[in-house]
């Protein structure tokens, strides 16, 4: 959702409480659908997006960075939603929310299996979760609610958000590769003719050790919010409304963000301690946008236009053996410092970086885009930590999202040249992984997820 | 088997808020003026008031026909108030229950065994709360159906007892799984008598401290892990036949409700996907997919007796329901072996997950059948 105004100008009444869910029928829509009107529109370039390049940077597993300095025009900008934690992010409009949205701090990722080999069940099913997850992302209750409802019966809303605020939830959609075929080679839903080239199998690249239960899926849902408790009830939701119809196949919970995509914001860290998405494409930066990570009329499909690619892989890092190895291993790896987090030989975080003062095996060197064609992807990864593992350490790493137009220009080019020379690969292994494609914004009250694909 | 908590069915012999709690009989001339007289002969059954005052009513019965009597008073949903067997020929025989506002029906059962002949009594005072005849028709039916359940069950039980006594290892693994059956497909109803279930169905990390382990699962224990019988085991397959004999004589009184029955059903799919899919109910035998069956088969039972009434309320879901039974009963077809099914460790994690959604599936629609009962 990024061509709306922002919502400065959106004054957002409708906290979670059990009385005024109720209150709202299914058949209001959650939010206004955008107009078209440009004389509505406001867009609030950023201040990095206006002074141009002038930072530097990269981080794990990713590129960024390069290129001149965005143009903004009133008509094509792309207004980046800046609200307040608490806030509502509208649901309604071109692209899907959750991509430019500024990242919010917390993650629940959920990759399904579709179950029914019932095409018509599969869209009824859609349209029921674009409903449910226009209502959750303004801050209402699923269905008939959480109380007040029979006491017979199940409430529809599982209840666990009762009361918090909408906390910026954003609920994207995507589809996978087997959902136009399967592993078998089926083609369950007569969308086999419909699969873009560019959906396919990741190929392996070395050192993978991928995880089938954690990697791939038929559909998928990422949930971002300010507030756990709100993603993860999102995720629980959609997934019990689908049970019969999709099952999960696994998820993932992300506790902070990694990359930003609001440049002038202070960077976050990952879990190595290293800033984590400088150069990210901005929000605000619709050019880049339109560029790198938006699908548009030339390379299609049609039902794909506005809609975009994601890439996810479950990072793991040996947290253990990075943590005892020295300082300057740790920038040279990275190719930045720790605390400032400026490129090698360069005083600032957001100094134009040096590629040629790095080792040639440093993070950011590979991941640049100079060293990559020009290659950029939007970053909205976020760090995990799920407990421990038999042996007592600490399962954790990098749950790496990223966004582009197009993944054979994109993450695999990158990632092939990252896999081979990244000298942070002694401290990191690929163990899940997934594409998918993320079909552009639902437009209206009448609109589905995914409704361009099926008809 | 399961954690305690509250169960769907109460049990009518827990606490005194129910319809009965006193069933005394005593031989008598009970003729008095307040008493309901009761007629039994082979072919009849005659009521002198087919409309009394509720409290303590006095039955005052009289068996003139050749054939040992029982008379028995029901709820609807032949839930039993009280009862009296063995009345002889010639016997009278008074009988004292609290019987609250409603409709009853009073049987004479001439031979002890049959549904009886009966006879419609009303009792006032009080509200009395509109029934509907065809969900009393499913509860009625839903009892016998357990009773029929408990029935089969103690033959099974005690071809099960007979090849622990005998010390005979294989015989009693062979035993083992069918003697649980009837058991797992009713269990809402057997849980509802809260102080059978412990006794018979707990599994070791269910004990609390000081309790004694008995049961099913202290003698699977003993068969599949410490592959030995124990003098000790002779006495618990004694002690499990004598706790199914209480369940057994017990299911008539249990109240039985549609709402519960409903629950119930959605209870045993909880029970498959906390215990069975996760292989911890037979962690031994491995004989789970036999109980997982069972807990289908029950839940099926319930909802195609309450149907009738649901697919009014809510066709939607009953379609759902339709559809998901059949789903998991084909899915179960798959692990089919002989008589019963394959052993559990031999169905790996990708196989648990696919029985685990199909019973997600059809759970999650199964919770709103109650509503679609009581709407």
Known sequence: MTDQPTTDDQPVTDDRSATDDRSVTDDQPAAEPPTDDAATRRTVPSRRALLGWGGAGLALGAAAGGGAAAALSNSDATAQPVADSGAAVPFYGAHQAGIATAVQDRLHFAAFDVTTDDRDELIALLKEWTKAAARMTQGHAVGGGAVGGLAEAPPDDTGEALGLKPSRLTLTFGVGPTLFKDKKGKDRFGLAGRRPEALLELPAFPGDNLDAARSGGDLCVQACADDPQVAVHAIRNLARIGMGKVAIRWSQLGFGKTSSTTPDAQTPRNMMGFKDGTRNIAGTDSAALDKHVWVGTKTGPEWLVGGSYLVARRIRMHIETWDRTSLQEQEDVFGRTKGEGAPIGKPRERDEPNLKAMLPTAHVRLAHPDSNGGARILRRGYSFTDGTDGLGRLDAGLFFLAYQRDVRQGFIPVQQKLARNDALNEYIQHVGSALFAVPPGVRGADDWWGRALFT | ?375
């Open chain 2, 1 to 375: 088997m399961r954690a305690a908590r509250s169960s769907a069915v109460t049990a009518i012999a827990a606490v005194a808020s129910l319809a009965a709690v006193s069933g005394c009989a005593e031989k008598s001339d009970a003729k008095g003026s307040d008493a309901i007289r009761i007629t039994a002969s082979n072919d009849k059954c005659e009521v002198s008031k087919t409309k009394f005052p509720a409290g303590h009513v006095k039955l005052a019965v009289e068996n003139k026909g050749s054939k040992v009597t029982e008379v028995y008073v029901y709820a609807p949903g032949d839930r039993i108030v009280t009862e009296r067997e063995n009345i002889g020929s010639g016997l009278k025989v008074s009988i004292t229950a609290e019987i609250k506002a409603g409709t009853y029906e009073i049987a004479c059962k001439p031979g002890m065994k049959g549904h009886g002949i009966r006879q419609k009594v009303t009792v006032t005072g009080g509200k009395v709360a509109k029934r509907n005849p065809k969900l009393d028709k499913a509860v009625a039916d839903y009892r016998a159906y357990a009773q029929a359940q408990a029935d089969e069950t103690l033959p099974k039980a005690q071809a099960f007892a007979d090849a622990v006594k005998k010390g005979d290892l294989e015989a009693a693994k062979k035993a083992y799984a069918p003697s649980r059956v009837g058991w797992e497909r009713t269990e809402p109803v057997a849980e509802s008598f809260g102080d059978i279930d412990p006794k018979v169905d707990i599994r070791e990390d269910g004990l609390e401290k000081g309790q004694k382990w008995t049961g099913w699962h202290r003698l699977e224990k003993s068969l599949w892990k410490d592959k030995k019988i124990t003098a000790e085991d002779k006495t618990l397959a004694d002690q499990l036949i004598k706790d199914l004999k209480d369940w057994q004589k017990r299911v008539g009184t249990a109240d039985i409700t549609p709402t519960g029955m409903a629950n119930g059903a959605k209870e045993l799919l909880d029970e498959v996907q906390t215990g069975k899919v996760t292989g911890e109910e037979e962690r031994y035998s491995h004989t789970d997919l036999v109980d997982f069956e069972g807990n289908v088969d029950g839940a099926q039972k319930s909802y195609q007796l309450l149907k009738p009434v649901a697919s009014q309320n809510n066709p939607a879901l009953t379609k759902e329901l339709d559809k998901q039974f059949a789903a998991v009963k084909k899915l179960l077809d798959k692990y089919r072996e002989g008589d019963g099914f394959v052993s559990y460790d031999t169905v790996g994690e990708a196989k648990r997950k696919e029985l685990s959604d199909a019973v997600n599936a059809l759970a999650e629609p199964l919770s709103k059948l109650a509503a679609a009962v009581a709407k």
